[in-house]
């Protein structure tokens, strides 16, 4: 039986980089423990909002 998994991480842009190179190493894990695909994204144009951004501010977490 099939199932899927998936996880949603905020993460500052000036930081892509090492996020990209924890994605990579992690990824082998991964496979390891079952994975059969993985997949990394990058939002570049999500709108602020009261569910659709990681922002702190007055109200919000």
Known sequence: ???VQGFLLAC???KKEAY?????K???I???YGATRIME????SVP???VTDFKR?????
């Open 41 to 44: 994204c990058w939002g570049e």
């Open 20 to 24: 990209r190179e924890l994605a990579e």
């Open 12 to 14: 500052p842009s000036d």
């Open 57 to 61: 501010g007055e109200g919000k977490g």
């Open 30 to 32: 991964f496979r390891d």
């Open 26 to 28: 992690s990824a082998p």
């Open 1 to 3: 039986m099939s199932y």
């Open 48 to 50: 602020d909002g009261e």
